[in-house]
Structures are given as structure tokens and as C-alpha cells.
């Protein structure tokens, strides 16, 4: 886990960047419930967890990235300049058994015994073009095992200002959605098999993040429209 003066040092500097470079609004912080919970957003950038958590407005450090262990974990260097400022649960993209159910045992202990919250993002790698893919049923065995409520959330204009490939952010304009939590466990019928269940949770996530997405994209363009009016 990250130590708390790094955590702390990186906290600072998002919100200051947040603040005074890239313009961020949130939408719907008010229905960010208390610790544990976790958060299942689009990806498309790896600015996504540092607009999530400074949209949070709670503190960096009760926070942790569920990420890929082939680039979190492979490189030293990458590993090293992460572990400083974030925490990260390593998951395999293609988890064996055991790998899997080690990823759960920290995840559970993040969030059940140091009253943690994690960020997930269920399309698996970051979108190459800023359009959602389709969430992998990955997110529904997380979202049921875990047992914590989910914060449906929808990112937009992360891709503009650090797209993948990209190594320095663009000055640009972020929007951050929240929406209701829901506990996804009573949102599928327990007569299901276990894959179907997860195919189903998974649905239902992705729906939820597709809601906030076609709210965004509808709020943008009654902005428009009332701008072209004046």
C-alpha cells in the first residue's frame, strides 16, 4: 500500500490540477455513500483514477485501483513510481483460479477491514478511441463476491486531456457523473447459475454506466442548443 505522505503529497496535486489547469465538475457527489464501496467507471485514461478520487472529495488514501498485474506489477520502475502515491491490487487479464481468488482476498481486505473503497474499471484496458467497449464479466464475479455497493460512474473528456499512448495531460474540461449505488447482489436472481449471474450483474453495470453517459451527453446538448439560442 501507498504510504500516507506520498498519498497525501499526490492528493494535493490532483486537486490543485483539477482546480487550476483542466476545469473538473462532478455531478451527483452527493450520492457517494460512506465507506466501503466501490466505484465501476469508463476508461479511457490514465487520469481517469485521479479525476474519480478527487471527484470523491475523500481522501486518496482510502482508495485503491484494481489494475492489470502486467503493467503495474511487471516493470520496476512503473511499480515503483505507482506503489509511491497510489494503491494497487494487482489482477491477472487472464486470471487463473488462484490468481483470481487472491485478488478477491485483497480486495475484501481493502474494503472490509481497513474500511476501503476501490475503483474498477470493467472494460479491462483503457479505450483507444474514448468510446466505452463492452464491460467483461470480470466486473459481475467482483461486484457479487465483494458484496460492497457500487457507485455507477461516467467520465468524459479524460480522453482529451491524456489519451493512451500520451504521456503529458492537455489543458481540457472533465465531467465526472455519479450515480445511485446499488447493491448488485439484490439485483440478480440467486435460481441463476453462478455464470449467468455474472453475466447478468455485469449487465446491469454496464447499463447503469451507460445511463450517466447518455445523461452527459443529453445535458451537453441542451448547453448547446440554449448557447446557439442567445
Known amino acids: 500500500m501507498a504510504p500516507a505522505a506520498g498519498s497525501a503529497l499526490f492528493q494535493n496535486f490532483c486537486r490543485s490540477f483539477f482546480s487550476s489547469y483542466c476545469s473538473l465538475t462532478v ?8 465507506p466501503p464501496f466501490i466505484i465501476c467507471s469508463n476508461h479511457s485514461s490514465h487520469a481517469d483514477s485521479a479525476i474519480l478520487m478527487t471527484a470523491s472529495r475523500l481522501p486518496f488514501r482510502e482508495f485503491a485501483l484494481l489494475g492489470a498485474s502486467d ?42 477491514q481497513r474500511k476501503g473503497n476501490l475503483i474498477i474499471y ?17 466486473a459481475g464475479l467482483f461486484a457479487l463476491e465483494l458484496g460492497a455497493p457500487i457507485v455507477p460512474a461516467y467520465i468524459d473528456g479524460a480522453y482529451y486531456i491524456l489519451p493512451k499512448g500520451k504521456s503529458l495531460p492537455r489543458i481540457g474540461v472533465v465531467t465526472v457523473r455519479f450515480g445511485e449505488p446499488v447493491f448488485i447482489d439484490s439485483e440478480v436472481p440467486n435460481d441463476l447459475s453462478p455464470r449467468q449471474r455474472r453475466k447478468m450483474a455485469t449487465e446491469v453495470l454496464e447499463e447503469r454506466v451507460l445511463d450517466l453517459r447518455e445523461i452527459l451527453v443529453s445535458s451537453s446538448n441542451d448547453k448547446t442548443l440554449a448557447a446557439a439560442a442567445r
Do not use: H
Not at 455531478?27 to 460512506?34: I, T
Not at 487472491?102 to 472490509?112: A, E, K, N, V
Not at 470493467?122 to 470480470?138: D, I, L, Y
Open 27 to 34: 455531478e451527483g457527489q452527493d450520492r457517494v455513500p460512506k
Open 122 to 138: 470493467p472494460e479491462g484496458t483503457r479505450s483507444k478511441n474514448g468510446r466505452m467497449q463492452r464491460f467483461k464479466t470480470g
Open 71 to 112: 503493467y503495474f506489477f511487471a516493470s520496476w520502475s512503473v511499480r515503483l513510481r505507482v506503489a509511491a502515491f497510489m494503491n494497487v491490487i494487482p489482477i491477472d487479464r487472464r486470471p487463473s483460479a488462484g490468481s483470481l481468488a487472491t485478488s478477491l482476498t485483497m480486495c475484501r481486505d481493502f474494503l472490509w
